[in-house]
């Protein structure tokens, strides 16, 4: 079955970096889209980024923007999120997703258990 694993949360001041991977199975992870979500305390879930297939392909939401980099290996089987320049509001679990089909904005069908991440000084 489908199975997404997230990692690489954790406590960053504000200003730093973090790089988050997500390692999928169960699927052939080639041929989807795939995206990250966040949900902050006491908010709902919401979409951060979404990439497709081939790479070619990179959407964010406005407020992470230039900050963040949505990427995949599809040899290695993982999609990653390199957040740069964080801030507290970034402070959310993080989620792997992944969506039905290639197309970008399709419906997501499987979701990671998520990773904290904590932006503090």
């Known amino acids: 079955q489908v199975q997404l694993v997230e990692s690489g949360g954790g406590l960053v001041q504000p200003g730093g970096s973090l790089k988050l991977s997500c390692a999928a199975s169960?699927?052939?992870?080639?041929?989807?889209?795939m995206g990250w979500y966040r949900q902050a305390p006491g908010q709902e879930v919401k979409w951060v980024s979404s990439?497709?297939?081939?790479?070619?392909?990179?959407t964010y939401t406005d407020s992470v923007k230039g900050r963040f980099t949505i990427s995949r290996d599809n040899a290695e089987n993982t999609l990653y999120l390199q957040m740069n320049s964080l801030k507290p509001e970034d402070t959310a679990v993080y989620y792997c997703?992944?969506?039905?089909?290639?197309?970008?904005?399709?419906?997501?069908?499987?979701w990671g258990q998520g990773t904290q991440v904590t932006v503090s000084s």
């Open positions: 169960g699927f052939d992870f080639s041929a989807y889209a």
């Open positions: 997703a992944k969506r039905i089909s290639n197309v970008l904005t399709s419906r997501v069908e499987s």
């Open positions: 990439i497709n297939p081939g790479s070619s392909l990179r």
